[in-house]
């Protein structure tokens, strides 16, 4: 007689845990009265034979080492027992996270649904399982229509056809392992249904090639041409002022002929006025906190649930699951029509909810880390870290990319949280993608986050120079102008805080090495993305809201200003937050992931209000497109044409030099003044003046004057 996990035996549980920690190795934790009682193991209802190799006592009982006289086959379904009492199924926890797995089980063959003439194949990987359908659903009520077999290849991978008949329809996994029989959607569907619920047998790609004009990536010649704008889809659109007839829609970012109620440009014109060569959108992927249906609660987005799949409650039809690969592709179309590039927020550092997620489900304790103590990691703060280092995960990641990049044609991908991330996998990233365009921008959140992978394999700042051609949030930029992130109260550069001067010189720079002058963060300047203000944390104004309370508005909008010159002035690749550009709030919310609209929306009259505002970082940005100095893209070049001078407290002096002699500025000087006194400078040679106060001129504002006025809070550039 033989025990199966479904017979019925006595309830009472002798076995607390039960873990394969290698191929040969069981792991079990006994209750203390069955210590000395021999278990039974049987592979697939068949007694096996097996050695004790180690005694351990716990506070509840034994931990007994048992190894098997041969290694198992993850085929097949091994359970442990006590005569007359429950049965529990050994699961393969440990086992999967080994390198024999790795080097038994790695799989690069196809993954999802492939397309052929005479039908589809579904392909998935799961060496744990022990059986896995497709089952096919109606789109209507959901009912199960028809299911498929699918059959086990060499490395883990499952495979299933489905008649060409059932194309376009609603599909599902059936997968049962050691640990549960579970229903998931394919984790590499390309197209999802209403809220995510199913996979859709549809070739995404063929869709998105024939029914979507495919128009050239404009073009970039080095990456510190590049100017980053980061805007959330709903955002753009969602304010009362708001003349969009798409709200809240892909389209919404991309509609041509808006006005604002005092006749400025608005949506897509005003982004191509503006000046900015990249739009960054937060989170398109299907993400879990929206309800597709009603569009609400509000959220940016960065709780993943389908990475390969867009987000429906920015389509038109959220039900109709080709209305959101259409429109984004279509999207991404017309940037490109607009001269502007797209970057993806690659959210993969982490799931929404791991319990419920597909990967969970097909390769149980695979795709997370774990602390030594078993504990699932969570350096992210949302509960779970996603594992880079294996390969699978680490596939996953290169295979996502690679197909935003040639289905949608994406110009560039920022790293979530991508501290989180192993360096091999940040460098694999690069290489797939140099492959299909090497102008296509890679950076990320390089922060040193606490998970469990060594120091020198995090793709971290620190490790930066091991990633070669991957930018970095430079956080110390962002300190350095308006105060500590982690101290409301703390005030920058930019409000009169002399102590920031010293970082916000090494960032001037690029944050690179100039010998005797700046200790160097990044190899090159390409490698700094100079930011004060992003989606997280507060915008710079109400920051200096509560930093220098007592200070008037035109005194903050003349910090503002003051750090949004440095940004786009300063060595590196500019990053600038939506509506930072003319002073946004959120009205003091520092995160404000789920807050409503009227927190969170792009202020159309506050652009009308602030008119001086943008038009001075438009011409900022001209003035960087039309001048080689505000862009080197190697150290050598920053150590060859960049020299501090001397300067009192408070203020930063600094010349650069053309890079190419048929640049019309051959020198250039920048004062760079944070505190409250206006200067005044003896001018040394004939110098025009373009920047000055709150004006940024593309022809002279004063030509070789005696002496170089610097206001208050604020930034001078002179050239000759």
Known sequence: MHHTPDQKTASHVTIESASFVSFETIQLEIVREYESVPVKIEQNGRPIDYLVEQQDVTESGMMLTLRLNEPISLEMLYTVYHPGHKTTVIVPREVVRSEEFERRFSYDGPLGVSFAPHGMEVTVWSPVALSMWITIHDDTNYRELERFRMNRGAHGEWSGEVPKAFEGMLYRLEVKTPVDTRHVVDPYARAVSLNGEYGVLTDVARFVAEQVESIPRPPLWKSTDAVIYELHIRDFTSHPSSMSQMKGQYGGVAEKGVRTKAGHSAGLDYIKELGVTHVQLLPVHDFGSVDEATRMPYNWGYDPIHWFSLEGSYASRPDVPLSRVSEYATLVSNLHQAGLRVVTDVVMNHIYIREQSPLEALVPYYYFRYELDG???????????TASERYMMRRMIVDFVEFFATTYQVDGF???????????TMNQVRAVLDKIDPSILVYGEGWDLATPLGQSLKATSQNAARMPRIGHFNDMIRDALKGSTFNDRERGFISGNEWREWELRECLTGAVHIPNVTVGRFPNPTYSINYAEAHDNHTIYDKLTLSCEGVDEATRLKMQRLANAVVITSQGIPFIHAGQEFGRTKHGVENSYNSPDHINHFDWDLRDTRVREIEYVKTLLKLRRLHTCFRYDSRQE?????????????????ELTASHSYDAWQRVRVYVNGTFEPLSFESDVKWNVYVQGETASLVPLARNPEHIQVESLSMTILAC
């Open 375 to 385: 504990t699932v990691a969570n350096g992210t703060g949302v509960g779970n870290d």
């Open 414 to 424: 920022r790293f979530d949280l991508m501290g989180i991330h192993d360096v091999e």
């Open 638 to 654: 920053v150590i060859d044409h960049f020299t501090f001078l001397p300067s009192p407290p408070g203020v930063i002096i600094y």
